[in-house]
């Protein structure tokens, strides 16, 4: 199955491209979690499997293009942000390491407290 980007959502009139292509409108706001874009392949546009895993990739690419970078949450404003910079350097490294990641856990419907992506303003560190 290949993943059909002109796919019409349930509840929004965007396709699967549109959508996507939304995503990093947020970014100047807040951060976008994986607890974001997972449902939104899972339950706006119905996707599971291959399907499911390239709606996710292109989101992180997408993310990742308009310069975010992957955070979690600093336990204290909602907009305290912590890098994480062990999902390596390039939008390459980060993209391969964040997908790898999510697969191995089996693909879920992620917590909001997971992992999330920022742009680098509000990152007050990195954890070791």
């Avoid at 979690?33 to 399907?51: H, K, N, S, T």
């Avoid at 992620?110 to 920022?118: R, T």
Wanted: glycine letters at 10%; one cysteine or more; hydrophobic letters at 40%.
């Amino acid at each position: 199955m290949s993943l059909n980007l002109q796919a019409r959502g349930r509840h929004y009139d965007l396709t699967v491209l549109e959508w996507i292509e939304s995503v990093p409108r947020e970014l100047p706001v807040d951060a976008v979690g994986m607890w974001q874009i997972v449902p939104a392949g899972q339950y706006e546009f119905e996707l599971e499997g291959d399907d499911l895993t390239e709606f996710v990739r292109r989101c992180v690419a997408e993310l990742l293009a308009h310069g975010a970078k992957p955070v979690v949450g600093g336990g204290g404003t909602e907009f305290d942000w912590i890098y994480q910079p062990h999902y390596g350097e390039t939008n390459t490294e980060i993209l391969d390491a964040v997908m790898k990641e999510w697969l191995a856990a089996g693909s879920p419907d992620c917590d909001p407290g997971g992992l999330w992506f920022a742009l680098p303003s509000p990152y007050v560190g990195s954890r070791e």
